[in-house]
């Protein structure tokens, strides 16, 4: 088992900047593949960035350039660094794990989940 807890949301004006962490614990590989996901009110969930090691990374079109998807082994911590935030960001983000080897976007092949914290960006 894995468990995931997120931190760092928060309000924030439009072309601000805030860090998600993401701690996991339990039975936690160094490779295991891991996500950002998001969702808004009336929206389906979709991939934000997805890691498993270094170099190893995906991000959605809509925040290439802008957030940074990384992860800090000897902590155990994902993390998401999101500049120059959008109104249209404003989401739930959630942060997952999977048990397979290969890094993928699709939520249903994630098998564990944090319990997600809210990111509010104002106009």
């Known amino acids: 088992q894995v468990q995931l807890v997120e931190s760092g949301g928060g309000l924030v004006q439009a072309g601000g900047s805030l860090r998600l962490s993401c701690l996991a614990s339990g039975n936690v590989f160094t490779t295991m593949p891991m996500g950002w996901f998001r969702q808004a009110p009336g929206k389906e969930r979709e991939i934000v960035a997805a890691i498993r090691i270094p170099g190893d990374t995906n991000y959605t079109d809509s925040v290439k350039g802008r957030f940074t998807n990384s992860r800090d082994n000897s902590k155990n911590t994902l993390y998401l660094q999101m500049n120059t935030l959008k109104p249209e960001d404003t989401a739930m983000y959630y942060c997952?794990?999977?048990?397979?080897?290969?890094?993928?976007?699709?939520?249903?092949?994630?098998?564990?989940w944090g319990q997600g914290t809210q990111v509010t960006v104002s106009s």
């Open positions: 997952a794990a999977r048990r397979g080897a290969t890094l993928t976007t699709q939520a249903a092949r994630y098998d564990y």
